[in-house]
């Protein structure tokens, strides 16, 4: 098995009669971090989102660490539950402890008693500094800490793949930071990352390859620092005009 | 001494405004006071229209001088501040004392002071007022219905039992809190219907039901005793091999025919009535609308066509019929369409269709619930591995539950509510009762006694459940 983890080809999805993704084509080896960017309506979201099965496509095939994603795809669940994923809107469970939202899955899911579970979860919020946090609520945490908190719940599944959908886009300029840096220490601990984001000084930093999309169409896919030197479409040169 | 301006009452002559309006506000109080409890009037020597407002005008004038913001002195700014913050609350506030001065006197009359309570007919029944002597007579008939008086203890019994069973949870320790849900849901109301079934009902199934009774408690006695490395196995077999026994060997069955072994009377369903039945058909129909409304308004949800439109048509159909059809279908049109041998009990009958009557509710209730959820919740969910009843169970369901608990209270109030109408079918529960005492040519004319009572006691029972049901929604709240 070669280790590319997510393989996508000639993948076609519509909403409506509108599509969203047009013939998109793209591989991901293990432990690399991709970073995709693009102005908004091009279908970023709809593109992670197809990958861990979110969303429904309707042309083309999905595979990922080896599984086919097809509408008779039984154990869906269990591919889920090896591609973690962190939302733009946080989606932490509110009437959950912090802790608990963090060992909720890794209990019921993965059938890991509660003592080693709680271990593990305060392990990984200790990793995003916010063990000491662990028994309040998501009401009464900053957005930032939540964000912090959502990447720790996804990391308490131990999944092989993270999923970034525009992270910090819903956060204040000051937690921005926080919550970059969290994903920077996982970057480095060598996880597979596709991130969509805005945050140019996040790829330049960790990011192996950036893909530009635009209007469902994957615009350009280049090395970093090649893709920030010299951008080959005219659309990526104005999109990073006006971003930089 | 600064001038007085009292149309602008402020705080420089504050003990000066403060004496007048007070004064004044006592006046007017005492006035009314004195009309309404001792049919005084004191200013019965003005016009008529006068007369009637001057109360109020003082009262007015004495609440426009002592609205001072900020005077320093506690109790006045909270007057000022609940009641008397401008010219209309005033006034508001005025009406509202005198109303209720001027109704304290005729209900107290009525309820006590004139009413008769005691001897045992309703000869005694001489003054004005309520004749609690007649609640007091047919207060068996009330709680009981038509229910034996000498076997009345057996509903006492078995309530107190159930109540005493209810409040465990309050004694669990920390080790067996996590089994409260599964006991409040499940074995609770098992043992409930046990008790009503075997105990309230009686006749010769009685015997199982004590046999079960004797066999868990010996089993659980001797449980404390055994390792528990075996006591799994133990509560398998033991119980079982008790209950056969008894039933079997110890107590078989030709001593029950010899008459050596008496079994409770049976009481058939007909004759409970009165109070007791209220809480039966409520418990019960409590507990199975809940769940069944749980599961249509999943399904209304569901992608699955069969499901979805057996739930839309389920939910439409019983919203779209009265209750009160639905009760006489069920004793008079049901039975027909069941085979001739077979017989159910009409009472079942009605706590059946009381219960996929409420439940069409409690489904819409809930489904209002599960829509109020963003989508990012059952994205979040999905995410983590969960799948359909994982996620509901652990992450919608408890959220969507707990916005919707003022909208399943006002539900199961309207369900208690509700439960008189079981008339239709020959079950008297209290109101009921009410109705058939108050054509009892011994005891006519004593209708309104009777109502009083009853509202009474539905306030009782409902203002509890609505105070539950308020505590409930404090105790999950976790939003900041």
């Known amino acids: 098995m070669s280790d590319k983890i997510i393989q996508i080809s000639e993948m076609n999805k519509w909403f409506g009669d509108f599509q969203v993704l047009k013939n998109i084509n793209l591989e991901v080896e293990k432990n690399k971090k991709i970073v995709v960017c693009g102005p908004s309506g091009s279908g970023k979201s709809t593109l992670i989102r197809c990958i861990n099965r979110l969303e429904e496509h309707q042309q083309g095939s999905i595979i990922v660490d080896g599984n086919e994603l097809t509408e008779d795809t039984k154990d869906i669940e269990k591919i889920r539950a090896e591609v973690g994923m962190v939302f733009q809107q946080f989606n932490l469970f509110p009437h959950l402890s912090i802790l608990d939202n963090c060992t909720l899955a890794p209990i019921w899911v993965k059938k890991m008693p509660k003592k080693e579970a709680e271990d593990l979860a305060l392990q990984h919020l200790e990793k995003v500094q916010i063990a000491d946090q662990a028994n309040k609520y998501p009401g009464q945490l900053s957005g930032g800490q939540q964000q912090r908190c959502a990447i720790a719940r996804a990391l308490c599944m131990e999944p092989k793949i993270m999923l970034f959908d525009e992270p910090t886009s819903a956060l204040d300029p000051e937690m921005i930071k926080e919550v970059l840096d969290a994903m920077v220490n996982l970057a480095k601990a060598g996880m597979t990352m596709i991130v969509v984001t805005h945050e140019m000084g996040f790829a330049k930093e960790v990011a192996d390859e950036v893909i530009f999309m635009d209007e469902g169409m994957i615009v350009e896919r280049a090395e970093t620092k090649e893709f920030f030197a010299n951008p080959k479409s005219d659309r990526t040169k104005l999109f990073l005009s006006q971003i930089l | 001494m600064n001038k007085l301006n009292f149309l602008q009452p402020d705080k420089n002559n504050l003990s000066t405004y403060l004496y007048t309006g007070v004064f004044l506000v006592a006046l007017s109080i005492f006035i009314v006071f004195l009309n309404s409890f001792f049919n005084k009037d004191l200013i019965s020597f003005l016009p008529g229209t006068i007369s009637f407002f001057l109360p109020l005008i003082l009262g007015f ?25 401008n010219n209309f609350n005033a006034f508001l506030s005025l009406l509202i004392i005198f109303v209720i001065i001027k109704s304290l006197p005729p209900l107290l009359s009525w309820f006590i002071i004139d009413a008769n309570i005691a001897g045992d007919s309703k000869d005694v029944c001489t003054g004005s007022g309520a004749c609690w002597t007649y609640i007091k007579i047919w207060f068996n008939r009330f709680m009981y219905g038509m229910y034996p008086n000498a076997e009345q203890w057996r509903i006492n019994l ?83 091999t008790l209950y056969i026994l008894l039933k079997y060997v110890f107590f078989y069955e030709e001593l029950i025919e010899l008459g050596k072994l008496e079994a409770l009377e049976w009481v058939e369903t007909g004759a409970w009535g009165g109070l007791s039945l209220t809480f039966i058909v409520s418990f019960f129909c409590l507990i199975f609308c809940f769940p069944i409304g749980l599961f249509l308004s999943l399904g209304r949800r569901s992608d699955f066509p069969i499901i979805k439109y057996f739930s839309i048509g389920m939910i439409e159909f019983w919203r779209g019929v009265p209750l009160i059809t639905v009760l006489f279908m069920s004793s008079v049109m049901f039975p027909m369409f069941l085979p001739e041998d077979m017989f159910i009990d009409k009472l079942v009958r009605v706590i059946i269709a009381i219960s996929l009557f409420e439940a069409a509710y409690v489904a819409e209730v809930i489904r209002g619930g599960l829509q109020a959820l963003p989508r990012g919740q059952y994205d979040a969910a999905k995410s983590l591995g969960m799948g359909y009843w994982k996620m509901h169970i652990l992450v919608i369901l408890p959220q969507a539950l707990k916005l919707v608990i003022p909208g399943i209270a006002n539900t199961f109030l309207a369900l208690v509510k509700d439960t008189p109408l079981i008339f239709v079918v020959g079950l008297l529960e209290i109101v009921g009762m009410l ?28 203002y509890a459940m609505s105070k539950y049901s308020y505590n409930l929604e404090q105790k999950y709240k976790t939003e900041r």
């Open chain 2, 61 to 85: 004038i004495g609440l426009h001088l002592i609205r001072i913001d900020y005077s320093g002195m506690k109790f006045l700014d909270k007057v000022n501040k609940n009641i008397n913050t």
């Open chain 2, 158 to 240: 078995s309530f107190i039992a159930l109540a005493f069973l209810g409040t465990i949870g309050f004694f669990a320790t920390e080790k067996f809190k996590k089994y409260l849900t599964l006991y409040y849901v499940v074995v609770y109301p098992v043992i409930a219907f046990f008790f009503i079934f075997f105990f309230i009902s009686g006749g010769p199934i009685f015997f199982d039901f004590s046999y079960g009774i004797i066999a868990a408690v010996i089993s659980i006695i001797i449980g404390f005793f055994i390792p528990s490395k075996f006591k799994m196995y133990y509560f398998i077999i033991v119980p079982i």
């Open chain 2, 435 to 462: 109705n058939l005492a108050k054509t009892n040519p011994e005891w006519l004319g004593f209708a309104m006694e009777g109502y009083v009572f009853a509202s009474v006691l539905f306030f009782i029972i409902c």
